[in-house]
């Protein structure tokens, strides 16, 4: 189909090596910049956007990996990291070109695979970007990636094991892993989230370095 302003593009955000999955769908506009589409994946999934992202996207023309996030002079790369908040998602996702990674918290590593499912009409009624499904909750912050999440639900859950009441005093009460409810989900301006993040007009960053 043809992508113009009042198209809307649907992905499925599945976070990688967890069982049962945990994934969220999202609509959002195709007007959206990677840093947009950065900030509704962290809204939906139900992280805090305390971490560095980058998005791993096939280039559609030369089917090479494009590596787009924030672009930072303490992490040097062979291949650079585009900034995100240049580069609209409609110049890069298609539907022969729906696949990506997005990775969150370079410490616990967090992976998610980002499909594009459809792009539909927008309508007129539904304010953008919207949570349409899901399942599970998501993991918390810092608590040691795919295994250490794992230790953590099995500490939690058995209140015989020695790390049980730290666990609970960690987390602050219950966590229920099952819990999710679509209509919960609340997205931040992408704009706004910049602008505390960085203290600069939305998509200014004082050199091409990134933040100091």
């Not at 089917?63 to 998602?89: K, N």
């Not at 990674?101 to 967090?110: K, V």
């Not at 666990?167 to 609340?186: L, Q």
């Amino acid at each position: 189909m043809n992508v113009t302003t009042s198209t809307v593009y649907q992905f499925k955000i599945t976070l990688k090596g967890i069982r049962p999955p945990v994934w969220r769908r999202i609509q959002v506009p195709s007007t959206y910049t990677f840093w947009d589409l950065h900030v509704a994946i962290q809204d939906a999934m139900g992280w805090l956007d305390y971490h560095l992202h980058e998005f791993d996207v096939p280039s559609p023309s030369t089917g090479l990996p494009v590596r787009i996030g924030i672009p930072h002079e303490d992490f040097p790369m062979i291949v650079p990291i585009l900034p995100g908040w240049q580069l609209r998602i409609a110049d890069y996702f298609t539907e022969a070109n729906a696949k990506a990674n997005y990775y969150y918290d370079f410490g616990d590593d967090w992976r998610h695979a980002v499909l594009l499912e459809k792009m539909v009409p927008q309508d007129p009624s539904v304010r953008y970007p919207v949570c349409v499904a899901g399942r599970r909750a998501c993991p918390p912050e810092d608590c040691g990636g795919t295994w250490g999440y794992s230790e953590f639900l099995r500490k939690l859950a058995d209140s015989t094991d020695p790390g049980h009441k730290e666990m609970v005093e960690w987390i602050g009460g219950d966590f229920d892993p099952g819990n999710f409810d679509a209509a919960d989900v609340y997205f931040d301006d992408p704009r706004e989230r910049w602008q505390r993040a960085f203290g600069l007009e939305y998509g200014k960053l004082e050199d091409s370095s990134g933040p100091a």
